[in-house]
């Protein structure tokens, strides 16, 4: 998750650095826990969350359709109120 007002070419590249973090944990997962299968089943998700500046205002979520899996695709969500867990997941 990336919460920035930046560009969204800026915002995706931050996402990519969080991608290769990711992948730098599930492999010391692998190598020092001798764990073949950790974090196998993690999908990737990226979101970026829009004027979280504190005003009370709805949560609007942008209507992209599709899976956001991957720093160009992400989801888009402007607001803060309430949101759930299985909507930023892609379920």
């Known amino acids: 998750m990336k919460a920035t007002k ?12 969080a991608q290769c973090f990711i992948g ?5 997962g692998r190598t020092f826990w001798s764990s073949p299968d950790f974090l196998e089943g993690y999908r990737n998700r990226f979101v970026k969350l829009r004027l ?19 720093p160009e695709n992400m989801l888009k ?8 867990f299985n909507h930023l997941a892609g379920k």
């Open 6 to 17: 930046g560009p969204e070419k800026e915002v995706a590249q931050q996402l990519k650095g």
């Open 24 to 28: 730098y944990c599930r492999e010391i």
């Open 52 to 70: 979280t500046n504190g005003s009370k205002r709805p949560t609007k979520v942008s209507e992209q359709q599709g899976a956001h899996h991957t």
């Open 77 to 84: 969500i402007n607001g803060q109120n309430h949101l759930q």
